[in-house]
């Protein structure tokens, strides 16, 4: 059984981030890593942005985090509230200017601001 965990879960920081290979938006991300008992993985230091990045690079594909947008529009937080401590933009990034609330990972692991209704990876952290 442990070979069909293979590039499903990895850990930094103390934290486990998992994935089950689906897509879905923002919301939907956020609802089934709640229902899997954690949360949309969010990056708090470059150990964490990698195993992330793990992911996007094993599936070739975008994954959102859990930061969104707060009321002052091209400022984002986490999403429990805390202003971000650590951020990894991609040049000229965040651009949306309260048109893209959330916050995609790219493969090269840098990050977007990108409207919420997108499939992306679901990548969860426990």
């Given at each position: 059984?442990?070979?069909?965990?293979?590039?499903?879960?990895?850990?930094?920081?103390?934290?486990?981030?998992?994935?089950n290979?689906?897509?879905?938006?923002?919301?939907?991300?956020?609802?089934?890593?709640?229902?899997?008992?954690?949360?949309?993985a969010?990056?708090?230091?470059?150990?964490?942005?990698?195993?992330?990045?793990?992911?996007?690079?094993?599936?070739?594909?975008?994954?959102?985090?859990?930061?969104k947008?707060?009321?002052?529009?091209?400022?984002?937080?986490?999403?429990?509230?805390?202003?971000?401590?650590?951020?990894?933009?991609?040049?000229?990034?965040?651009?949306?200017?309260?048109?893209?609330?959330?916050?995609?990972?790219?493969?090269?692991?840098?990050?977007?601001?990108?409207?919420?209704?997108?499939n992306?990876?679901?990548?969860?952290?426990?």
């Open positions: 059984a442990v070979l069909h965990l293979e590039k499903m879960i990895t850990t930094a920081g103390g934290k486990i981030f998992a994935t290979g689906k897509k879905g938006d923002f919301h939907a991300t956020v609802k089934e890593c709640q229902e899997a008992g954690g949360s949309i969010t990056p708090t230091n470059p150990s964490e942005n990698d195993a992330i990045l793990y992911f996007v690079k094993s599936y070739n594909t975008y994954a959102y985090l859990g930061i947008e707060s009321l002052i529009p091209s400022k984002f937080q986490f999403l429990d509230g805390p202003k971000l401590s650590y951020t990894n933009w991609h040049s000229k990034e965040p651009s949306g200017k309260g048109e893209e609330e959330c916050v995609e990972m790219y493969t090269d692991g840098t990050w977007n601001d990108k409207r919420c209704n997108q992306r990876l679901i990548v969860c952290q426990f």
